[in-house]
């Protein structure tokens, strides 16, 4: 078992890669993420808070805030997060953004959203058969707008290179019990503040402090906005009156 362990691209006789089941459980341990698309606008969900310290297993109350950064821009009409490993998602960020570039340069037009998310799924493809690599330990949902249907795109890439649409997902920490969370509520075509509302509903389920929400949402004008801390306040407060009443 332990020559298959360690070799990346030797199959175990049961058709496993070890090195890429490693890399989903990477994803695992990161931190709550999650996406969900609306009728004309979708949003991303994320737990924000400190490193954990490798030494003594505790988070670090010295790391500015600010250096966390789960929401990454791509392009002006897409935008990423993760879960997993965040030196490995900003390597895969700064390739999509080169290619998206590089896209406008040579086609002079815009890369749509399934492009974008193609070429990161093909570049973590690409590292389960290499030999003396490792697989990137992270899953990355894609949100956007593509320029001709004007339809708000959800899309996840994996580890193993798969890549997926979807109308709603979660990836990182208890994905599972947020996933069937999202399965119970989600609705089709939902207006922005009730995919808002969603959002904050879901990660609530998962996350110590709802201090550490992070909600951004990217309309048909294609900006990728960040909601304001007191607004998610407001929408936690709700949330706990409903429970109450």
Not at 9 to 36: C, R
Not at 56 to 66: A, F, I, M, V, W
Not at 82 to 105: P, T
Not at 124 to 140: D, I, M
Request: charged content about 30%.
């Amino acid at each position: 078992m332990s020559k298959y362990d360690k070799a990346l691209t030797v199959f175990a006789p049961d058709g496993n890669l070890f090195q890429v089941q490693y890399a989903f459980e990477a994803v695992e341990k990161g931190t709550s993420t999650i996406g969900i698309r609306g009728k004309d606008c979708v949003v991303l969900g994320v737990e924000k808070k400190p490193e954990v310290s490798s030494k003594n297993n505790n988070k670090s109350t010295l790391q500015d805030p600010r250096t966390i950064k789960k929401i990454l821009p791509i392009d002006e009409h897409i935008s990423i997060t993760f879960a997993g490993l965040q030196a490995d998602a900003r390597i895969l960020a700064n390739r999509a953004r080169l290619e998206s570039q590089s896209y406008r340069y040579n086609m002079e037009d815009v890369p749509s959203v399934d492009y974008i998310a193609k070429f990161i799924a093909r570049m973590q493809q690409k590292y389960t058969q290499r030999n003396s690599v490792r697989p990137f330990g992270v899953s990355v949902l894609v949100i956007g707008f593509d320029e001709e249907e004007k339809k708000p795109r959800l899309l996840l890439t994996e580890p193993s290179g798969a890549y997926s649409s979807w109308k709603a997902h979660a990836i990182g920490r208890n994905s599972k019990s947020l996933k069937t969370y999202l399965e119970n509520n989600y609705e089709a075509d939902l207006e922005e503040e009730k995919v808002i509302k969603l959002a904050v509903e879901t990660l609530l389920e998962s996350v110590e402090s709802e201090k550490h929400i992070e909600i951004a949402i990217m309309r048909g004008d294609n900006k990728t906005e960040k909601i304001d801390s007191e607004v998610i306040d407001k929408v936690v407060e709700a949330i706990k009156k409903e429970s109450r009443g």
